[in-house]
């Protein structure tokens, strides 16, 4: 099963306590160790969080640094965790963008978790979906004939993905919005969506859990019929 999550509102959070905005990112990431141990523990294959879109460089830089320190902050205390976990830490999206040390400690984590199977974990930074489409369009253009699998294969390696490009089962957004904003468009293409009011950093395993028992009683039927209906 292939989880994502839009992890929205933490700036919310720390306006309605009169914080910075900084707080309420750290107490976002706190709701990330919480939701991945969950994750983990409800038999998740691929759980991927929307860390840092490539629109969020319009932000102020001061909030910008304050991310980027956060993500540094995750591998390099939370790689070890995700070894004993088992999880496999994998960062999509563009690195071009990304500075020297904070690539280094992503292929880091990457390599130090590259053998673990119990779950994988992928975070979107520098990421969208419009771009990774477009660029594998642009690396595909001089092939007449692409067939699906190749274009997944380019797809990934646009994206950094380890393991391709998985179809998203449930895509779960926090905050209130109902949008997608240019997350994992191509994967989402027949994604159950769960919207809830609850700004990310109060999202807790429970939240998640009743995610996935919603998910549970949702009627899949990817454009087909279900037997009652035959």
């Known amino acids: 099963m292939h989880v994502a999550i839009i992890m929205d509102g933490n700036g ?5 306590r009169h914080l910075p905005r900084s707080v309420g990112h750290r ?3 706190k709701a990330v160790d919480a939701i991945v141990t969950a994750a983990v523990h409800q038999q998740v294959d691929t759980l991927t969080l929307y860390a840092f879109s490539a629109a969020n460089w319009n932000r102020p830089t ?3 640094s304050a991310l980027f320190q956060l993500l540094r902050r995750y591998l390099l205390t939370q790689t070890q965790r995700c070894l004993e976990q ?3 830490i994998n960062v999509i999206g563009r690195r071009d963008r990304l500075n020297d040390n904070l690539r280094q400690l992503i292929e880091r984590s990457e390599r130090a978790t590259a053998q673990c199977s119990a779950m994988q974990l992928r975070l979107a930074v520098d990421y969208s979906a419009q771009h990774s489409l477009l660029e594998t369009c642009r690396r595909l253009r001089s092939e007449p004939n692409i067939e699906r ?3 997944l294969e380019t797809l990934a390696a646009v994206d950094h993905a380890a393991d391709g490009a998985p179809e998203v089962d449930l895509l779960i957004r926090t905050g209130g919005e109902k949008r997608l904003s240019d997350f994992l468009l191509w994967e989402c293409a027949y994604a ?3 919207f809830v009011d609850c700004l990310w950093p109060d999202f807790d395993p429970r ?3 009743s995610a996935l028992q919603e998910y ?3 009627d899949r039927r990817f454009g087909g019929l279900t037997a009652a209906a035959l």
Do not use: I, K
């Open 12 to 16: 919310r959070w720390a306006a309605r």
């Open 27 to 29: 107490a976002g990431a």
């Open 62 to 64: 001061p909030e910008v």
């Open 86 to 88: 088992s999880v496999r």
């Open 149 to 151: 699998a190749r274009f």
């Open 192 to 194: 159950e969506l769960h």
């Open 207 to 209: 939240a998640f859990e």
């Open 216 to 218: 549970s009683r949702r």
